[in-house]
């Protein structure tokens, strides 16, 4: 799953899009440790620390296996990763949080930009299953804010869980494998 073409491919993303310097470690690795600030184990998890003497920002972006779904869609595994570039580019350029939480940021700026994303390359992908696999890792944290109801409004969701209109109704799908593109093992 981890391989450097992919790790050149977020680097070349990271410094086209957002115009990050060279001086940057970008790593993919698998764990089975990661956890949320809750002690929940979660799917992906980007970290990043900063060597002083190289001056070099080593991000590293893990990827826990064991809590993906095996029937996982392509396009789930795909939304992870691209939110966690997202988590990246903010270790990047931390003082574009003006105060917000990275998730908070997140909505804010980049929830259009990974529904775009998507659907460039999964060209079949409905705006309201970009935006449901978008929302999705966001839910957690900011379920409840204004900035997320507003989001779930402009994308048609309800915070309904047992509707169609969910916003997880059809994130949930790609993450069991019910609709999307299948993995090859």
Do not use: W
Not at 44 to 66: E, F
Not at 67 to 73: C, L, V, W
Not at 152 to 161: A, E, I, R
Request: charged letters at 10%; one cysteine or more.
């Amino acid at each position: 799953m981890i391989n450097n073409n992919l790790q050149n491919m977020v680097t070349n993303i990271l410094q086209n899009t957002f115009g990050v310097g060279p001086k940057i470690n970008l790593t993919f690795a698998e764990s089975t440790t990661i956890v949320s600030s809750r002690g929940e184990p979660v799917p992906a998890q980007t970290q990043s620390s900063y060597d002083a003497i190289n001056k070099t920002l080593n991000i590293t972006t893990y990827i826990r296996l064991d809590q993906f779904n095996p029937a996982a869609s392509q396009e789930y595994k795909a939304s992870i990763l691209i939110h966690e570039i997202v988590h990246a580019y903010i270790f990047t350029n931390p003082s574009v949080l003006n105060g917000l939480t990275q998730h908070a940021y997140l909505l804010q700026n980049y929830v259009g930009g990974i529904v775009g994303a998507l659907q460039s390359f999964f060209p079949s992908l409905s705006t309201q299953e970009a935006a449901s696999l978008a929302l999705g890792g966001l839910g957690r944290d900011l379920l409840g804010s204004p900035a997320f109801n507003d989001a779930l409004t402009k994308y048609g969701f309800t915070t309904d869980v047992g509707s169609r209109s969910s916003y997880q109704f059809f994130s949930s799908q790609f993450e069991y494998g019910t609709i999307g593109t299948q993995c090859s093992n």
